[in-house]
């Protein structure tokens, strides 16, 4: 089985920093593209930043500047530094992968549990 396992969130004030961590494990052959979602609460999930194998990222609009994604292909494991933070960056984040299990496998998407981003003004 694989699993997507979150860590990092909490609470922090207006202008602070959060390292968000998430680590893939289980029987994995390959990991294409990663990324970070977030839900806030009454809000569609809606894409924070991805990056793939090779290192090409992607970043919403409202965090370009402020947040940096960036992965360990050799620990399975991708990280979302987010700095300055705001009141609005408050939601669940969610961690997601588009791997392979096998060679010959085709690619699905997996999920994380989540983690809580709470920012206060």
């Known amino acids: 089985q694989v699993k997507l396992v979150e860590s990092g969130g909490g609470l922090v004030q207006a202008g602070g920093s959060l390292r968000l961590s998430c680590a893939a494990s289980?029987?994995?052959?390959?990991?294409?593209?990663m990324g970070w979602y977030r839900q806030a609460p009454g809000k569609q999930r809606e894409l924070v930043a991805s990056i793939t194998s090779g290192g090409s990222t992607n970043y919403a609009d409202s965090v370009k500047g402020r947040f940096t994604i960036s992965r360990d292909n050799a620990k399975n494991t991708v990280y979302l530094q987010m700095n300055s933070l705001k009141p609005e960056d408050t939601a669940v984040y969610y961690c997601?992968?588009?791997?392979?299990?096998?060679?010959?496998?085709?690619?699905?998407?997996?999920w994380g549990q989540g983690t809580q981003v709470t920012v206060s003004s």
């Open positions: 997601s992968a588009n791997l392979r299990l096998t060679t010959s496998s085709v690619a699905g998407d997996y």
């Open positions: 289980g029987s994995i052959f390959s990991i294409n593209r």
